[in-house]
């Protein structure tokens, strides 16, 4: 069975950063796309970053291009997404996921979200 679990979320002021970490369990994802998504209220769930396992190729959002990294420990099974530069907009809950096409969609596996919250 596989499991996404999100952990990193929390509160912080603009301008701050903060590091989220997805650990991937249940199967092995060398073949996958990990991707964040963010869904704040009222507003759809948006895609956030993405990367392939294999091979490390990296999809951004233009509204977090610049400011997010998204990266991957192989030997811990983890995905990880740094968030620097934190803007009140980017206040939501943030998801993790897994899928074999990604990157921006189509996904098969979803944690069930961290939030995070980003004072002015």
């Known amino acids: 069975q596989v499991q996404l679990v999100e952990s990193g979320g929390g509160l912080v002021q603009a301008g701050g950063s903060l590091r989220l970490s997805c650990a991937a369990s249940?199967?092995?994802?060398?073949?996958?796309?990990m991707g964040w998504f963010r869904q704040a209220p009222g507003k759809e769930r948006e895609f956030v970053a993405a990367i392939r396992w294999s091979g490390g190729s990296t999809y951004y959002a233009d509204s977090v291009k610049g400011r997010f990294v998204i990266s991957r420990d192989n030997a811990k099974n983890t995905v990880y997404l740094q968030m620097n530069s934190l803007k009140p907009e980017d206040t939501a809950v943030y998801y993790c996921?897994?899928?074999?096409?990604?990157?921006?969609?189509?996904?098969?596996?979803w944690g069930q979200g961290t939030q995070v919250t980003v004072s002015s």
């Open positions: 996921a897994a899928g074999l096409k990604g990157p921006t969609n189509e996904y098969d596996y």
């Open positions: 249940g199967r092995t994802f060398s073949r996958f796309v």
